[in-house]
């Protein structure tokens, strides 16, 4: 959808920049190296703490401080401006000053992003507006006047199928559909025998059934075991549900990234009961699991 500069207008937000944002950003601006980062950083601070402003008004959840923008060693190598919306991804919030007509976008934000909001700052840098939103840029620059609405963001990001909230997971609060192995698999989930083995008494496991079809699925269990304060284990394994005693031949578990290219994969033979895989991951990892069998597929969303 495109929108004329006066339909911008009429729908663009003015969020005032509070003290706690200016007291923010003149921080990350006083460790850079030269005036012209210190300004980079501080703007764009002010453009990040303005849409977190906003979203917040609006009941969306937000995590101001897990983005790359609030770590300092990515704030000094990186022209960077992000925020975290809980359980979707990460909104680029890019900013501009007051007359300009497009918005740069730098190389290293052009992809991993849900979306990019322009934040016009002020002189006096005591307003922000918000002048509309884009949910692609794989050039280097957006064109103001064809940005789309704010009044179109919130719909935008309910298409998003929220994440799995692994760091929740310690703290024992779980998404629907999440259940016990006992729940979903019975006997299978605390036998012995059960191909799903952890030693650690920390470890935290629940499973959901996937399905592609009419019956069939499979049961997806996930691990979780801390390594360290800010590391987890996680260990990913397909089981058979239905009665079935085996996994389908050529069902496919991949590991994807933010990027959803494939890191590791397992693939079932003829009689397997199960098939896992395992890594570990960090506060901030996000990354996709991947049922896959013949032409069907469906993927988890998870967040750490």
Request: aromatic residues 8%.
């Amino acid at each position: 959808m495109i929108h004329n500069a006066n339909m911008l207008a009429d729908w663009s937000i003015p969020m005032p920049i509070t003290l706690s944002a200016l007291e923010i950003a003149e921080q990350f601006a006083h460790y850079q190296p030269n005036q012209q980062k210190a300004e980079q950083v501080y703007l764009n601070t002010l453009a990040v703490c303005a849409v977190n402003n906003y979203l917040r008004i609006l009941g969306i959840p937000t995590d101001l401080t897990a983005g790359d923008s609030w770590n300092s060693v990515v704030r000094l190598a990186e022209n960077v401006a992000d925020l975290r919306v809980t359980g979707l991804g990460r909104l680029e919030c890019r900013p501009v000053k007051p007359g300009d007509l497009t918005c740069p976008i730098p190389q290293e934000v052009r992809f991993n992003r849900i979306g990019y909001v322009v934040v016009e700052i002020d002189q006096e840098h005591t307003e922000a507006t918000l002048l509309g939103f884009s949910p692609t840029s794989e050039t280097s620059q957006l064109v103001i006047h064809q940005l789309r609405s704010l009044k179109d963001l919130p719909a935008y990001l309910d298409q998003f199928q929220p994440m799995t909230q692994l760091s929740q997971w310690l703290e024992h609060m779980f998404e629907a559909g999440w259940q016990s192995l006992e729940t979903l698999l019975g006997n299978q989930g605390a036998e012995p025998a059960f191909a799903f083995r952890t030693k650690s008494d920390q470890t935290i496991r629940r499973c959901k059934q996937i399905e592609w079809g009419a019956n069939q699925g499979v049961a997806l269990v996930v691990a979780l075991t801390p390594e360290s304060e800010t590391k987890l284990n996680v260990f990913l394994q397909l089981n058979p549900i239905n009665g079935q005693t085996y996994l389908p031949p050529n069902l496919q578990l991949l590991l994807l990234d933010e990027e959803q290219e494939m890191l590791i994969n397992a693939q079932a033979r003829n009689q397997d009961q199960a098939i896992q895989l395992d890594f570990s991951c960090e506060p901030g990892d996000r990354f996709s699991v991947k049922v896959a069998l013949d032409n069907a597929s469906v993927i988890e969303e998870f967040v750490m």
